[in-house]
């Protein structure tokens, strides 16, 4: 574990308290973590580290601070929200802040979608898709609807429904043999003119009564921030309605502003069934996530 040691005040070697026991994300450990800044402040879109350094935070944290580091009325509100209430669990109760949220989400979520189920990260947004999209069909008499299917190189959690979404390979094959029923099809760059006719495509070759939704970015990050053409999401809307297949908006990233609207969808006139979000609906300064789902 030496590579883990990291350093002192004055850059002089000395081990930092508990870098040889936090295990860093999507971090190598033939890399020398001894060398890793320690982030210790923001400020706006500036961060800065514990020798003084100050960087851009060009990735918005990871596409979360929306609002910026150092928001000082938000630790306010935190703080005197967690003296009156800290924690109180949405099983058989209600809070005032669960309710003013999600009245607030219903007026600004696309369409006729009304309803948001409340968890703590994209991932577990995610994984709360798949989940009601096959009860969905259950409930209506479709219990066999349990396949999903997602794009080449989309990137959607780290649990291990989302990552069954993800499809980029080298992320999940340390952690197979995942779950199976997922499936996917290639992404609006791979295949402009003919990504929206390859989700039919899979959908048939599936067997349509077999497929419960399909999850999409409004842009797809992974890959390099893949701007559809413009007929894409009405296409794949038309696709999904043929088909009886549930169409759902993965906004973890998009929502809240990173395309210019509350959810990103919007840009593209389309409704979704269901869209997924966290990040920036608290900017990171609290782990939250979501989905929002209509009265259907």
Known sequence: MDVM?????????????GVENLMLHFTPYAEDWSKLPVIVSGEGCYVTDDRGDSYIDGLAGLFTTQVGHGRTELAEVAARQMKELGFFPN???????????????????????NSTFFVSSGSEAVETVIKLARQYHKTNGEPGRYKIISRDVAYHGTTMGALSVTGLPGFKAPFEPLPSGFFHVRNTQQDPEGAADAIEQMIEAEG??????VILEPVQNAGGCLVPPPDYWKKVREICDRHGVLLVSDAVICAFGRLGEWFGIERFDVVPDMTSFAKGVTSGYLPMGGVVIGDK
């Not at 040691?5 to 308290?17: A, K, Q």
């Not at 099983?91 to 600004?108: C, D, M, V």
């Not at 349509?208 to 939704?213: F, T, Y």
Request: net charge negative; aromatic share 4%.
């Open 5 to 17: 040691r990291g350093l002192g005040e004055h850059g002089d070697g000395t081990p930092l308290s």
């Open 91 to 113: 099983w058989s109760f209600q809070h005032p802040r669960s309710l003013e949220l999600a009245a607030k989400i219903s007026e600004i979520a696309p369409g006729d979608l």
């Open 208 to 213: 349509p009564e077999l497929v419960a939704a």
